[in-house]
């Protein structure tokens, strides 16, 4: 009782409730579209634009902000055509990113989900050149016509959550999607795949790998290119993967 008597722990409490409600206030005021435009109409290149997202929508030290930065800066700010498959609304919260990418270079940016509430949650983005999907990834890759595919600069691979216990299903999903846009692919196009590290140890857990392989997203996809090596380059890996189609 003598705890709630101490004025200490009073100014500790209500301290914490202020900071939780104004965290609330400041999430709520930059997930709208006023916000947004008056943030992205003085970025003039691509690092302007990493650093405005991981600043503000993500975290600077976060383990795919290298990639990410990979990414886009090999484009050096041109109009892209990009495909998502596990729309983010959380970590990188890539889908953002991405959106924003075309909405200041211009191109188009799909992006695909089984969650409806990520299209909801996100509906202020939604335009033209921005569009949310809502239905399996595979189903949604197998509908789209040849001549979209072929004009995708970059395609980011993250849906089917990984179990490290059970990589299977994850990464026969990843391979699934791989395969129905490779052949239709254009020369130069990237692909990155998350949740592929190069290293067990990445996975950041105490427990040891029970497997004679690495799990990850796109680890059927490297045995893949393993037996195909004139396909890809690999352009970066770590945590996760980025190919450059030959």
């Not at 016509?145 to 990984?162: E, G, P, Q, V």
Request: glycine share 4%; no cysteine.
């Amino acid at each position: 009782m003598n705890k709630y008597l101490n004025p200490v722990n009073y100014l500790n409490y209500f301290t914490k409730k202020i900071k939780a409600f104004i965290k609330i206030r400041e999430e709520k005021n930059i997930n709208n579209i006023n916000y947004l435009e008056n943030k992205l109409n003085p970025i003039k290149n691509v690092d302007e634009l990493l650093n405005f997202h991981f600043g503000t929508y993500s975290d600077s030290k976060h383990i795919n902000k290298d990639m990410f930065e990979i990414l886009l800066k090999h484009f050096l700010g041109s109009s892209l055509n990009i495909l998502e498959t596990g729309s983010a609304a959380h970590g990188t919260k890539s889908s953002m990113l991405f959106a924003n990418y075309v909405t200041i270079f211009g191109g188009k940016f799909d992006t695909v989900d089984t969650n409806p509430q990520i299209k909801n949650f996100y509906s202020f983005l939604e335009s033209r050149n921005v569009q949310f999907h809502t239905q399996a990834s595979t189903k949604f890759i197998n509908n789209l016509k040849d001549n979209y595919i072929n004009s995708l600069d970059l395609i980011y691979l993250d849906s089917f959550d990984l179990d490290i216990n059970n990589p299977g299903p994850s990464q026969d999903h990843g391979l699934n999607e791989f395969l129905l846009l490779n052949t239709k692919l254009k020369k130069g196009t990237l692909i990155a795949i998350d949740d592929t590290p190069i290293s067990y140890e990445l996975f950041g857990i105490a427990q040891n790998n029970k497997f004679n392989f690495i799990p990850g997203k796109g680890r059927l996809v490297l045995d893949f290119l393993e037996k195909n090596p004139n396909l890809y380059e690999i352009l970066y890996h770590n945590y996760s993967v980025v190919l450059k189609k030959l």
